[in-house]
């Protein structure tokens, strides 16, 4: 299994963050299958080509599959990260945690779908498809379907997030019982910000979408090529706090 060999190797562990936990809980195990499951879901076709002609149509989904199985891994990795340092297992952690499942699998044809058509569209083509009878029909046809489409992807994008806030907090409220120290505490505030921030963004998205309905339905989608920005913004003004907060800790220690 993945998750064995990443925490044989300590994939993850950054030496900053103490881990609480080595083995693989059962609710561990299930969110593996659901995400193999997942990325099946994802393949780009389920039959070997037989012509060029069917290789070629079948590599044409291949950056749309690369996007979607990056997507999915990010998602992977942060529980993977979350079960690894904070060891819970308790009732609410279950629930979200079984929310943050059904989120990814009811995701899979709709994020599969998106990136299919965003890619045809960037490679230049006319975001078509071609149906088992041979009919070829434009993805998406009007500029409200689009908006929709946001709407669909920015559910989930805020879903997605929202948990990993959730989650994030939860072990934050329970910093005594896990024995966080100073810098973890501060560490998971970060993780709470950065998971609150990619809401926020999402919620942009959503409210474009909406309100805009097809005229401001590509701004709704552009909204997210600033999470990058936000990220390292974040990320750079974060690790400033953090190295003025670890040497105030090796003073006092």
């Known amino acids: ?58 590599m044409r989904g291949f950056g749309a599959f690369a996007i979607c199985f990056a997507l999915l891994f990010v998602v992977w990795f942060n529980q993977y990260k979350f079960f690894r340092r904070y060891g819970l297992n308790d009732n609410l952690t279950i629930i979200m945690n079984a929310v943050l499942l059904f989120v990814v699998l009811f995701y899979v044809y709709p994020l599969k779908f998106v990136f299919t058509f965003l890619v045809d569209r960037f490679t230049g083509g006319h975001g078509e498809v071609r149906l088992p009878n041979g009919t070829v029909e434009g993805m998406v046809e009007s500029a409200d379907q689009v908006a929709n489409l946001m709407i669909i992807f920015g559910l989930g994008y805020v879903a997605v997030f929202g948990v990993f806030a959730f989650l994030n907090w939860h072990a934050y409220r329970k910093r005594a019982q896990l024995e966080l120290t100073e810098l973890e505490a501060f560490d998971t505030r970060t993780d709470i910000r950065e998971s609150l921030l990619n809401v926020f963004i999402g919620l942009v998205s959503l409210t474009i979408a909406i309100l805009g309905a097809g005229r401001f339905a590509g701004i709704s989608g552009m909204i997210y090529m600033l999470t990058p920005v936000v990220m390292t913004a974040h990320g750079t003004w974060n690790g400033r706090r953090r190295k003025k907060l670890e040497k105030v800790v090796m003073a006092e220690t």
Request: proline letters at 2%; glycine letters at 6%.
């Open 1 to 58: 299994m993945i998750r064995e060999k990443l925490i044989d190797k300590g994939v993850g562990d950054a030496r900053k963050f103490r881990w609480r936990s080595h083995e693989i809980s059962r609710i561990e195990a299930l969110s593996d299958a659901v995400f193999a499951f997942a990325v099946t879901l994802l393949v780009v076709a389920l039959e070997v080509p037989k012509t060029y002609g069917e290789l070629m149509e079948v």
